[in-house]
């Protein structure tokens, strides 16, 4: 079967955002969002193809092998040094596709309703293109290097569209605040790549995934630390996929970044970039595994089972709804690498892998869902903040209904999408480890809390007054909620059912049968539900006992309201340590000496022009007097040299 | 070649005319009196161009020749400079050079 | 012996004439002073027995060139009119620079060892013309061709700087 078509998938989008770039910011309101959401259309439709193909009709054995679609030279520097763009086609990157193209695509028409009117119409669809173009070119990618081009140019659009209303200080530091952080990760992942490359002499992806473990470890002998040099680049690696995911401890640009439009939210901060970091490690997956016997997957799976432990606990006391949502998705994406964490590599091993991208797959549809929801309803009250809503329900039924799929969903409801995904996680961590079960089973009844603290604020909790009645959104915002509210309904049904992930989906394209473990399964659907339940009663109707138990919780509540001062602790440290301190010299160096030195010149440049500016006096004698007596000037030089 | 008189004779009184030029041309100020000192200044190089053919080279044509172009290039550039002078004399009603430092602007 | 003061009094009268050329405060003056300087010249090349140059520098700079600058003088200036004189700085530095130059040219001059050629033949007018026309080794066509176009494109450049017209 002839792959080349699929190069078009990314480059769809990027011909939209070509076109909008040049033209779109002089067409009327509505045309610039219809040109980008074609664009994305096409790249949505080529994927289910390409997905069709590539589960049903190329590999009718089952066994998955990668194609590369298409490949080309870009750079050519030496043998070694070759960077090459491509499209590369596996179970991951195929899902992937479908997700990003699916997301982006309801999100493009989803925000032809949100930003109507906006002054930056045009502007927002040509970032919001440019992001899709980047983040189809990153799950396509080849190699190393790719991915980490299209790493950085995801970046740079998140950067574009968190800053989008660029008149308000918040969102220019919010979206610098991202950029920095994410930057400072990708710094780390730059060097995991040199690293990696050095010792493997390649950036490609089956090459690296195609070693065993004996040969990783005649390439990398020397060591540092108690691992090797090539797990350590593994970790450098992971920190860049950290970075982009959110997580501890470099989670502090997620919630900013809510700054952004909500459509923005829903695409980059909840469906598809932040897991960028996830699928990071899902893509070197057999590395990770095979390097220092998984050592670095120790790494992730802590680091995972923490964020989200860490995020969940913080969600619990936000005001802001896109802020809880944020670290809700910061939560989920812990999730995911714990799965991955604690997976191993071949056969039913390989469960959390599985099931760390089915969760990435429906918990793409249900976060983007409730982001897009949360986006209906602030467009209705013009708020952000839970103590401006409460009794909703009336006025936003189809946002209400979607709403309540998605938080069921989240929750880990049967048959909702992310019971599935979830229970394939905790099955897994089970197999792995007692105590990540049960932080996993603990984060469960957490967000089951939140998030129904969260839609009954919004939808029960009091009636109100509305200064503006608050009303439904258009068709073009409702449509893709309906859509993805079947979706998180029916996503793990089917995709566990009919279509069984994990016989497709699986660390090395073998498959593997996936069953659920009802004994874990009924223990965290019991949390879950002992969630909904306290939610319940804490929230449905306006009551004291949320503030009492809040004064129970005192100090603790204070901290989680406050994201455990991170934010501040960072500031002291970049600020006080790193910028008074440390750097001072540096500082002192930099502005009296470098900056010294180039104000001089130039100051001496401007005075002494000004000096000798009398010199250009017009005069033509003035000329012929400079040019007379230099003459007669070397003369008498080259006479006196002459003749002695 | 003048009975009894060496070429450093005539060579001087060219130099000195050549530097009375130069000295003209820097310190006056109206414009023919500076056209004057111009010609002093050709009209010096013309007769050492001329002696040293005479003097050295008598065989040869050469000197004569440039100081031929030069009578020829001092005329063409007097009659620019003429025209130049009373376009200069219509704007400013007056030849001073002083008048002319705008033109650096 | 005669020809020894012949030239002594025409050096005489060129650096004499020079001087009050450039000195002078009346344009009129200096013109005529020019006039009298470039006259001695071309007895100069006379008593160097080169008649052709000496009548070309009578026709041309003593005839042609002097008229036209008597020319632009009575366009622009009272015949008798004064000119301003020099700043004093200007021309201390400007006597000093022209001083200091030809002490240093004559210098170079004395000590330079001339090989004066015992030669004295004269050349006549049509060695002159013919080599102007000459095209072949040695001639000189092409440097009299380029003289014949700047004399026209100078005659058409005076015509049309002179012809402008002002609004003013």
């Known amino acids: 079967m002839d792959w080349s078509y699929t190069i078009w998938i990314p480059l769809l989008p990027f011909v939209g955002f070509l076109l909008l770039g040049f033209y779109g910011r002089k067409l009327p309101a509505p045309v610039p969002g219809w ?28 066994l998955f092998e990668p194609i590369k679609g298409f490949e080309m030279l870009w750079m050519n520097f030496t ?53 899709t173009f980047a983040m189809l070119g990153l799950v396509v990618a080849t190699n190393l290097f790719q991915i980490y081009f299209f790493w950085e140019l995801v970046g740079v659009s998140s950067y574009l569209l968190i800053g989008f209303y660029y008149e308000k200080p918040s969102a220019i530091l919010a979206s610098k605040k991202a950029f920095i952080v994410t930057r400072f990760a990708d710094f780390f992942f730059l060097i995991g790549i040199l690293i990696i490359s050095y010792y493997t002499q390649t950036f490609d992806f089956l090459t690296l995934n195609g070693m065993d473990e004996t040969s990783f470890t005649s390439l990398s002998a020397s060591s540092f630390m108690g691992m090797s040099v090539l797990a350590w680049a593994l970790t450098l690696a992971f920190i860049g996929g950290a970075g982009k995911s959110a997580m501890f401890p470099l989670h502090i640009w997620l919630p900013d970044a809510m700054e952004g439009p909500t459509p923005v939210s829903a695409l980059i901060h909840a469906a598809t970039m932040v897991v960028a970091g996830v699928f990071l490690v899902a893509r070197l997956f057999p590395m990770y595994s095979h390097v220092d016997g998984g050592a670095v997957l120790h ?79 602030i467009h209705a009250v013009h708020s952000n903040y839970m103590t401006k809503m409460g009794g909703l329900r009336k006025y936003l039924p189809i946002t209400h209904i979607t709403f309540l799929i998605a938080a069921l969903a989240i929750s880990g409801i049967w048959p909702f999408a ?155 440290v970049t600020k006080k340590i790193m910028f008074g301190i440390i750097s001072a010299g540096w500082t002192w160096f930099d502005t009296n000496i470098v900056d010294g030195t180039m104000n001089l010149i130039g100051n001496t440049t401007v005075k002494s022009s000004n000096a000798i500016k009398k010199l250009q006096s017009g005069r033509m004698q003035d000329y012929a007097y400079a040019i007379v007596s230099g003459a007669v000037a070397l003369v008498i030089i080259f006479v006196y040299i002459w003749t002695h | 070649m003048i009975q009894g008189v060496g070429i450093t004779h005539v060579l001087i009184v060219s130099t000195l005319m050549f530097f009375i ?45 440039f100081s031929l172009f030069i009578i020829a290039v001092a005329a063409a550039e007097v009659a620019i400079a003429i025209a130049v002078v009373i376009d200069f004399y219509r704007i400013n009603k007056s030849i001073d050079v002083e008048h002319g430092e705008t033109m650096k602007y | 012996m005669g020809a020894q003061i012949m030239f002594y009094i025409l050096a005489i009268i060129i650096l004499v004439f020079s001087f009050l050329a450039v000195t002078s405060s009346k344009v009129m003056r200096a013109t005529m002073y ?32 002097v008229a036209l600058i008597i020319f632009a003088v009575m366009l622009t ?68 061709e380029l003289v014949s176009i700047l004399l026209l494109a100078s005659l058409i450049a005076a015509i049309v700087i002179a012809k402008r017209k002002f609004d003013n």
């Open chain 1, 418 to 572: 992310g019971f599935f995904s979830k229970d394939a996680i905790l099955d897994a961590a089970y197999m792995h480890n007692k105590i990540y079960f049960w932080v996993g089973w603990f984060v469960a009844g957490l967000t089951a809390f939140y998030m129904f603290r969260l839609y009954y604020r919004i939808f029960w909790y009091e009636d109100r007054v509305y200064k503006h009645t608050p009303h439904e959104a258009p068709a073009t915002m409702t449509y893709p909620l309906m859509i993805l509210g079947a979706l998180s309904l029916l996503a793990g049904f089917v995709f566990f059912y009919v279509w069984p992930f994990a016989e497709y989906i699986g660390p090395t394209g073998k498959p593997f049968h996936m069953h659920i473990n009802w004994i874990l399964a009924g223990i965290s659907l019991g949390v879950a539900l002992i969630g909904i339940v306290l939610a319940t009663i804490m929230y449905k109707k306006k009551n004291d006992i949320p503030d009492k138990v809040s004064k129970a919780f005192g100090l603790f509540y204070k901290w989680t309201y406050d994201k455990f001062y991170f934010d501040e602790i960072y500031m002291f």
């Open chain 2, 21 to 65: 030029g130069i000295y003209g041309f820097l310190t006056r100020k109206n414009l023919i009196t500076i056209l004057i000192a111009i010609e002093l200044i050709l009209n010096s190089v013309a007769i050492n161009f001329i002696v040293i053919n005479k003097y050295l080279f008598p065989e040869k044509i050469n000197g004569q020749i």
């Open chain 3, 34 to 65: 020019l006039l009298f300087t470039l006259i001695a010249t071309g007895g100069l090349y006379f008593l160097i027995d080169y008649n052709f140059m000496a009548s070309v520098q009578l026709i041309v700079y003593a005839g042609g060139i």
């Open chain 1, 35 to 62: 040109i980008g959401t074609i664009g994305v259309f096409g790249a949505l439709v080529l994927s289910y193809i390409t997905a069709y193909n590539y589960f049903f009709v190329e590999n009718t054995d089952m």
């Open chain 3, 77 to 144: 200036e009272k015949i008798e009119a004064k000119i301003a004189l020099p700043d004093k700085t200007k021309m201390i530095f400007a006597g000093l620079l022209s001083i200091v130059g030809s002490i240093v040219t004559i210098y170079i001059l004395l000590s330079h060892p001339f090989k004066e050629s015992s030669n004295d033949i004269g050349q006549t007018v049509s060695v002159i013309g013919e080599n102007l026309l000459n095209y072949g080794e040695g001639g000189f066509v092409l440097p009299f």
């Open chain 1, 299 to 377: 790494i992730v799976a802590f680091v995972g089972a923490f964020s989200s432990l860490f995020a969940a606990i913080i969600a619990l006391t936000q005001l802001d709804i896109k802020r809880v949502l944020a670290f809700s998705t910061m939560s989920q994406i812990g999730y995911m690498m714990l799965g991955l964490g604690v997976s191993g590599l071949e056969g039913h091993e390989g469960l959390g892998y599985t099931a760390s991208m089915f969760h990435l797959f429906t918990h793409a549809f249900f976060k983007s869902l409730l982001f897009l929801g949360a986006g209906a309803i």
């Open chain 1, 79 to 131: 043998d070694v040094l070759q960077f090459k763009m491509g499209v590369l086609l596996d179970p991951i990157s195929v899902m992937m596709m479908v997700v990003v193209s699916t997301v982006s695509f309801l999100v493009h028409l989803y925000s032809i309703g949100y930003m109507k009117g906006d002054p930056g119409f045009g502007r927002f669809f040509v970032s919001l293109s440019l992001f």
